[in-house]
């Protein structure tokens, strides 16, 4: 039996649906498939019910589940065991998404102040991307403004922000101190990946705008191009050292705070339940608790 047939197991028997699976095991769904049956083979008997419509884990599944958890986290502590003790120091991690410096430089204090020996790795990511990781052990630690219903995260508010919306420099916005949903009627409202147009807190200006677009941020500049034209806004933070406002804030844009319902924009520090032990990241998210017990407020 192989570590990588339990892997696929679990990734199937956690979507219950093979090609959400293979898209999160960057694989294709036929490998994917035939690794399952490989496994099924080895033990005798089937471990999915495939369904038309659905698949369901038959009782040997479900039995196997706890097994193949095990197996793999004790797999994951011995890797990271290994590495620490090749490397003789602590290597640390922390996916970020677009968040202030401050926050950034205060969180990697705090891993320093609890590991003064460790390397900390920052690697940009947006939200889902880390949470991903994070399951799958790539990151020890993400910065997200998004949460999964997932028993394995664990979430610690480490900074509030006031949303804010990026908009052309016009006078009938340039005039507002604060910008009400009913205020960009008219206007195309410009989602940038990462984001949840069917968030709750946004509903009324969903309502409001003229359409919802979709668009790539991977163009510098590509963003406030588009709103400097008049026709178009963007959700984005009002603080001013937040990377998305000084990203979209220029010639023919400016950025007001926007009245919502979430008078805030939550960022978590965010990390694997089973990670939180004193020979792993225990000592890290001690000093992380108390240097976050209150949020940040910019």
Known sequence: ???????????????????????????SAP???RSIQQLEIEIGDALFVRG????????????????????LQNMEELNRDMRRRV???????????SVPPELTRALTEAVHHAE???????EPLDSLTQLEQIVSGKLSLGLVNQRLRDRRLEYLPVLREAPGIALPDQPRFADLSVVQP??????????????????EALEPIVRSVREVVQVSSDIVGGLSAIISQGRSCCLT???????????????????????????????????????????????????????FATPVDL
């Open 52 to 71: 038309t419509r659905k698949v369901e884990l038959t009782p040997l599944g479900h039995s196997l589940v706890p097994h193949a958890s095990r197996i």
């Open 116 to 122: 003064p020996e460790s390397d900390v790795r920052l």
């Open 31 to 33: 490998p994917l498939s």
């Open 237 to 291: 933070l009002a603080n001013p050292t937040a990377p998305w406002h000084k990203y979209l804030a220029g010639d023919g844009v400016i950025v007001r705070p926007l009245a919502l319902k979430s008078d805030s924009a939550i960022t978590y520090l965010c990390w694997r339940v089973d990670r939180d032990r004193p020979d792993d990241l225990a000592p890290i998210l001690q000093v992380a608790r108390e240097r």
């Open 182 to 199: 009913a205020d960009l009627a008219g206007l195309r409202l410009l989602i940038q990946p990462g984001a949840d147009p069917t968030a």
């Open 87 to 97: 490397r003789g120091h602590v290597e640390v991690n922390i996916g970020m998404r």
């Open 1 to 27: 039996m192989e570590i990588r047939h339990l892997r696929h197991f679990l990734a199937v028997a956690e979507t219950l649906n093979f090609s959400r699976a293979a898209e999160a095991l960057r694989m």
